[in-house]
């Protein structure tokens, strides 16, 4: 499983290969392969193929388990790398690993040292939800031993298979290229930045002046995903640069993705292969094993496996970042011709261990190995469906009332039924939760709406950028049909949510367009807090200071403000709490939960010692005061809040409570791992749903909107933005459970 022919990738080309080398070499076994589609139209996938997923579509993993537990699959082999599957850091990956009912092994194309949190989470859950691992060099296995404690016994180290091509003098190819009589360099890979061409071809003056006949042949398509979002601007580059030095008669670019029989012939023709390569982390390269193992000089940059593969004279290792260094181990080989040629031999006896059929054996006994390990499992196909094993179910992500609510100006506050009040006109506090939501979106994956969430995202923060009174860098907060702003300021809590969700684009974001922005204006507007006074305002800036520091861990400024008011709320935390009011006023009105949700986050980052204990206090005494003796969620009602020593209000009850509180509670899961907090969350959650007082749901799954609230009485029929983004913010974040907590918490709540 991972992505397949004809899909444009390495992991693609090597999932189609080693699916054919196992084949080949099991003939009487059913070798099939599951595929990765990272478009929703699929590809054209050959016959093996017999099931597919989704990227960002998390219950299409799920499927994907049932179909191979159904079917009473012996073995998985997974190819992992971060980027093609779904969710923060490919978690939606470990959604499919945790129904599974086989063996599973794991080969890692990718092993940092040095994972973010995301990639660390997903990583330990990978390691245990695996029976065996694969690396391709000893790096990777030290790795997992230093960094991740896997044990060795659950490693396998197997090197990058590779076609097996004759061994043949280059001449014999060149002229079908028309470089006869030429020494021919060659870069193959889809091309981007972290290719380091532009390095070699800065090598390529002082090359050309000591051995004129060279020619550098850059082998291969832009990747797709960098064409989708610049275009050939990096190819471009590279043709600007070689011809600014000079050297456009010695540079040849061959923009196709070749097949791996035009790719030996490609091969052949070579004299020497460059992997100018700029990330030394990078543990697997296939392009360098084909061309090492089909008998060529490498010169390459010391990345871990050119390190391991080329030790001992096998080739020669360069700094990074070196034009003249690149120069110079180029011109060794061509000024000795005994050593090219003997280091020549010397990959190619080496590469045996490496062909495709002996490759294919060393993964057929690691599936044997996994299968002898793991204890025989019952095959009834339902003995393991309980409600308590079966992940929590949650309604489809339908965005068509977001949508319908939405011009070229933003998201309308108010709508009549389910139709925009344009007479209400827009907010910034609305438009704020909406940008958020498409952020989120975009970085939790799911199901993608056939809208477009950049073009959505884009409205929203142009919105916001307008929001922003250019005298005073406040945020206005209430904006007409006609777009005439009905204020010069907005109140702190609506400047303060802009802030939140400006952190959330600074955080989260694809688009580098946003990101910017975002940080611009987040960088203007976060001052003004200094002197704000609302307590939720300080939780909606930490919460947005939260999603800022994602990015930028280091910035003093965003920091200092951080602590600043973290300690404020926890000032007003001890000035009015009680233990029979253990709250921060004397009164508990609306997004009550955003506070305690940011202490708790607060944490993390030990601005204040006090903070998780203060948040987890108050939130365990607000989800109290809000459940009732049936269980199901009860939120305070806006209809006269609930003051201290005074009766609460039990109605009207608000989406955006609800919604509050399923982020919190997801914050405690998160930071004291009790999986109590998750059943807070889910509870919270069900009150759209209908496990609420009247027993009726919020939520219509029809329109993909939510009511404005719940009466005494009735629903209301209203459903505006502030409601309707609610319900959505917290189906992503529940949504996101994948990643927010661990697979051992989910199973005990």
Request: net charge negative; hydrophobic share 40%.
């Amino acid at each position: 499983m991972g992505g397949y022919d004809p899909r444009r990738c390495g992991i693609a080309t090597f999932t189609h290969d080693i699916c054919e080398a196992v084949s080949a070499a099991i003939p009487s076994a059913v070798c099939i392969a599951g595929a990765v589609n990272d478009r929703i139209e699929g590809y054209r996938y050959p016959p093996r193929v017999r099931f597919e997923m989704l990227e960002r579509d998390l219950d299409s993993y799920r499927r994907a388990a049932d179909f191979l537990n159904f079917n009473n699959t012996d073995v998985l082999c997974v190819q992992h790398e971060f980027g093609i599957y779904g969710g923060p850091a490919g978690s939606h990956l470990l959604a499919l690993l945790k129904e599974l009912r086989m063996p599973v092994v794991t080969t890692l194309h990718t092993v940092l040292r040095e994972p973010n949190s995301a990639q660390r989470q997903v990583m330990d859950e990978l390691v245990q939800r695996s029976d065996r691992l694969i690396v391709m060099a000893r790096k990777g296995a030290e790795i997992l031993d230093e960094i991740y404690h896997v044990p060795a016994s659950k490693v396998d180290v197997i090197p990058h298979g590779i076609p097996d091509i004759a061994f043949a003098d280059s001449k014999d190819s060149k002229a079908q290229f028309g470089v006869e009589g030429r020494m021919v360099l060659l870069t193959f890979g889809l091309l981007g930045p972290g290719k380091g061409i532009e390095y070699a071809i800065e090598a390529l003056p002082e090359i050309v002046k000591r051995h004129p006949n060279v020619v550098y042949l850059i082998l291969g398509a832009t990747h797709p995903h960098l064409v989708a979002r610049e275009g050939e601007a990096y190819r471009l580059g590279l043709e600007r640069l070689a011809a600014d030095r000079g050297v456009k008669d010695h540079v040849i670019f061959y923009n196709r993705f070749v097949s791996l029989e035009d790719l030996t012939e490609f091969i052949g023709a070579t004299d020497i292969y460059l992997t100018p390569y700029l990330n030394p982390a990078q543990i697997t390269s296939g392009t360098l094993a084909y061309v090492f193992g089909a008998g060529k000089a490498v010169v390459s940059t010391p990345y871990w496996h050119a390190q391991e593969l080329l030790a001992d004279d096998r080739g020669i290792l360069v700094p990074f970042r070196d034009p003249q260094a690149i120069a110079e181990g180029v011109c060794a080989f061509l000024d000795d011709k005994p050593r090219l040629e003997r280091t020549r031999r010397e990959a190619y006896q080496l590469g045996r261990e490496m062909i495709w059929p002996a490759v294919a054996k060393l993964y057929l006994k690691s599936f044997q190995h996994a299968r002898a390990d793991r204890k025989a499992a019952s095959r009834t196909a339902f003995a393991g469906w309980t409600l308590a094993s079966r992940p929590y179910e949650l309604p489809p992500l339908r965005l068509d009332h977001i949508v319908r609510m939405t011009d070229g100006t933003g998201i309308f506050q108010h709508a009549i039924f389910n139709v925009p009040n344009f007479q209400e006109g827009y907010c910034t506090d609305d438009n704020a939760r909406a940008f958020l939501l498409c952020n989120l979106l975009e970085e939790i994956g799911g199901e993608p709406p056939k809208e477009n969430l950049d073009h959505l995202a884009t409205s929203y923060l142009a919105f916001l950028a307008a929001a922003m009174n250019p005298q005073t860098g406040r945020f206005r907060n209430f904006l007409s049909h006609g777009r005439t702003w009905l204020e010069d300021m907005g109140s702190e809590d609506s400047h303060a949510r802009a802030l939140w969700a400006l952190g959330g684009g600074v955080g989260r974001s694809h688009n580098e367009g946003h990101r910017n922005l975002c940080w611009q204006l987040f960088a203007r507007a976060l001052p003004l807090v200094e002197n704000f006074t609302s307590p939720r305002s300080w939780a909606f800036t930490l919460l947005g200071i939260h999603e800022c520091l994602r990015v930028y861990p280091n910035n003093e400024l965003v920091a200092s403000f951080g602590q600043k008011l973290t300690n404020s709320l926890v000032d007003l935390w001890k000035r009015f709490a009680t233990d029979d009011w253990p709250w921060f006023e004397a009164s508990a009105t609306y997004d009550n939960a955003r506070m305690c949700q940011a202490l708790i986050s607060s944490h993390s980052f030990g601005w204040n010692g006090e903070a998780l204990q203060i948040g987890i206090k108050s939130l365990r005494w607000l989800a109290s005061i809000q459940k009732t003796q049936a269980g199901h969620f009860r939120p305070i009602g806006s209809n006269g809040f609930y003051v201290k020593e005074g009766s609460r209000a039990d109605f009207d009850q608000q989406p955006v409570e609800a919604q509050a509180m399923v982020s919190a509670c997801l914050a405690a899961c998160r930071a004291t791992g009790d999986p109590d907090w998750l059943i807070e969350a889910k509870r919270a959650f069900e009150w759209f749903l209908g496990r609420n007082d009247l027993g009726v749901p919020l939520y219509d799954s029809k329109s993909g909107g939510c009511s404005d609230g719940l009466h005494q009485d009735r629903v209301s029929e209203n459903q505006g933005a502030e409601s309707s983004l609610a319900f959505h913010l917290a189906l992503a974040e529940m949504t996101g459970l994948d990643l927010l907590v661990p697979n051992s918490l989910k199973e005990k709540s």
